[in-house]
């Protein structure tokens, strides 16, 4: 839909010199207002870029809602999310609901189906170390297919085994100390890894959960 970036704000006035002038003023961005799912996520990104976060989640909900091709958007709608829930957890012992587990999970597993954003993972693995709820075994399943896609990301690798070792998968998580340690170039990456295991008392995997 047709967007007028100005308003009329007066009617012309006469001007002896010039002939009618108009006063104008700016044309203001709502969610209501924008109709066009991929141009509500590029006007949240914006307002999100330059500070204006309260500007910016009303776009992006709107953006996420009417099915903006966005992954940037949907991770930072994620990260909105993980934020305020992180400011005010609702579940016991200052861990995140169940609810606002699946409220920051919503947007992100929309970017997962992305390349673009590997931030949608690590993000992932926060909101669930956090939360009371447990991962089930398809999320699980998710979590190390963006260990299998980023493999050089060390950190997600890192998390994600320790994930799984609190939630009882201790299989997987020598599984994906594994996996880090081949593509760990780093001493302090691999001195981390190898740490983990130790501290977990886990074997090096040998297939299988």
């Not at 002038?21 to 999100?48: C, N, Q, S, W």
């Not at 099915?67 to 709608?77: D, K, S, T």
Request: hydrophobic content about 40%; overall charge positive.
């Amino acid at each position: 839909e047709p967007i007028r970036m100005v308003e009329r704000s007066a009617k012309p006035t006469p001007n002896t010199a010039f002939g009618s002038a108009v006063v104008m003023k700016p044309f203001v961005v709502t969610a209501d207002r924008i109709h066009d799912p991929g141009l509500l996520a590029v006007y949240g990104l914006y307002e999100h870029d330059v500070g204006g976060n309260e500007k910016a989640r009303e776009l992006l909900e709107a953006a996420v809602k009417a099915g903006a091709v966005r992954p940037g958007a949907c991770l930072v709608l994620g990260e909105m999310r993980y934020q305020e829930a992180v400011a005010k957890p609702g579940g016991s012992g200052g861990k995140l609901s169940a609810r606002q587990t699946a409220s920051i999970l919503e947007p992100l597993r929309i970017a997962m189906r992305y390349p673009s954003v590997p931030g949608a993972y690590g993000l992932a693995v926060e909101t669930w170390r956090r939360s009371e709820a447990k991962p089930g075994d398809d999320d699980i399943d998710t979590l190390d297919e963006g260990v299998a896609r980023y493999p050089r990301v060390t950190a997600l690798a890192y998390r994600t085994a320790l994930l799984c070792a609190q939630s009882g998968r201790n299989r997987k998580a020598a599984e994906l100390i594994d996996k880090g340690l081949l593509f760990a170039t780093r001493e302090d990456s691999r001195r981390h890894l190898e740490q983990l295991r130790a501290t977990l008392a886990l074997p090096a995997a040998t297939g299988g959960r």
